[in-house]
């Protein structure tokens, strides 16, 4: 009787497996950022496959962290820095309160899995991204950065070519405090920092998504079924 039911399940998880796969090759070749007011308004925009922009109000005024390598801790005053370079920590969750930032995925009808961190930059170019996930969260809690992000369908024209080169093709946008950034599957994108930025990132799965993403994201040589799929 355990076989059978765990038969079924397996094939269950199976037939949500391949849809969810299926899903993840969906982009909008007509997606564009799209400011959004409310709840509603941003659900609906995810569901078009849209990068959403969301204002969240918040009162952190962070000029310094601190990092804890084991061994030795180091303190980091922003302003005595010229470079900062620090790259999706998960330590550093602890100088937000992350029940303060809003959660578009919460009542989704499949659950989610999320891996968060924070980063912080100054004076930095970072490198060319895609999303292998579901949907990538960029939260900026201090500072403003330059949004660099393009649409999935000139994946050809911008791949392993010259920053200056492929911006024709990017939705430039300023984030600043309080601006919150959902990022759809596939979309590419790279961000420039001048002035120090701290942001919130989180990269969100769902319970049929986040083994097939976690292995295009990490193994260059997979690719998902070609099926491509675009909505209006």
Not at 22 to 42: A, M, P, Q, S
Not at 71 to 91: C, G, L, P, T, V
Not at 119 to 132: A, D, M, P, T, W
Request: proline share 3%; with cysteine; aromatic share 14%.
């Amino acid at each position: 009787m355990f076989k059978i039911l765990f038969q079924i399940i397996l094939i269950i998880y199976i037939v949500f497996l391949f849809f969810n796969i299926l899903d993840l090759k969906k982009y909008n070749v007509n997606g564009f950022i799209k400011e959004c007011d409310n709840f509603e308004e941003v659900l609906l925009n995810i569901n078009n496959l849209n990068p959403v922009v969301i204002h969240q109000v918040n009162d952190y005024n962070i000029t310094e962290v601190i990092l804890d390598y084991g061994d030795y801790i180091e303190n980091i005053k922003f302003e005595e820095r010229e470079y900062i370079d620090i790259h999706k920590n998960k330590n550093l969750l602890k100088i937000i309160d992350k029940g303060k930032i809003p959660n578009f995925f919460i009542m989704s009808k499949i659950p989610v899995i999320s891996n968060d961190s924070i980063s912080i930059y100054k004076n930095h170019i970072g490198v060319l991204e895609q999303c292998h996930n579901n949907n990538i969260i960029i939260y900026i809690v201090e500072g403003k950065t330059i949004l660099n992000l393009f649409n999935p369908k000139h994946k050809d024209e911008i791949k392993d070519k010259g920053f200056k080169s492929i911006k024709k093709w990017a939705h430039i946008r300023e984030l600043k405090k309080g601006d919150y950034l959902i990022i759809p599957t596939n979309w590419f994108y790279f961000l420039e920092t001048n002035e120090e930025v701290v942001l919130y990132n989180n990269n969100v799965d769902n319970i049929f998504t986040i083994i097939p993403n976690f292995i295009r994201d990490n193994y260059d040589s997979f690719t998902l079924p070609d099926f491509i799929s675009s909505v209006n």
